[in-house]
């Protein structure tokens, strides 16, 4: 149960760390400058991403085996997550839409704020986790 709640705790601590960031950069007006090779790099992470998910999707269920089938959706919303974050750097470095960057982090708040949330009640002997 302890190990469930500092999970939580370590999700909400991410969540509003990133959440003060995008604040902070909206509040000072900062530009965060396009990168080719961030973009890459997390072009090349989803692409990675998704393909691990459907190996371990695939091989979790030739082998019936549930706990590699769900740590193959764990790598999906990894996938996802790493996704938005290249649409917001994308949309900056090509539309000049420096906002979109921070913004995409909000993505990742609020995934972890779900997480969080879960963890913590499950670690308080809340609800049990899937």
């Known amino acids: ?10 999700f909400l601590l991410l969540g509003s760390y990133i959440a003060v960031q995008i604040l902070y950069t909206f509040a000072t007006g900062g530009r965060p400058a396009p990168s080719l090779l961030g973009a890459v790099w997390l072009a090349l992470t989803v692409f990675a991403m998704l393909l691990l998910a459907w190996g371990k999707t695939a091989t979790g269920r030739q082998l ?3 706990v590699l089938m769900a740590e193959g959706r764990v790598t999906l919303i990894d996938a996802c997550l790493a996704g938005a974050v290249l649409v917001g750097v994308a949309l900056n470095a090509l539309a000049g839409w420096w906002w979109a960057d921070p913004l995409s ?14 963890h913590w009640q499950e670690g308080r002997g809340g609800r049990e986790m899937c």
């Open 1 to 10: 149960m302890l190990r469930g709640w500092l999970i939580g705790v370590s």
């Open 105 to 118: 982090g909000v993505v990742i708040v609020c995934y972890a704020l779900k997480e969080g949330t879960a």
């Open 64 to 66: 019936e085996n549930s």
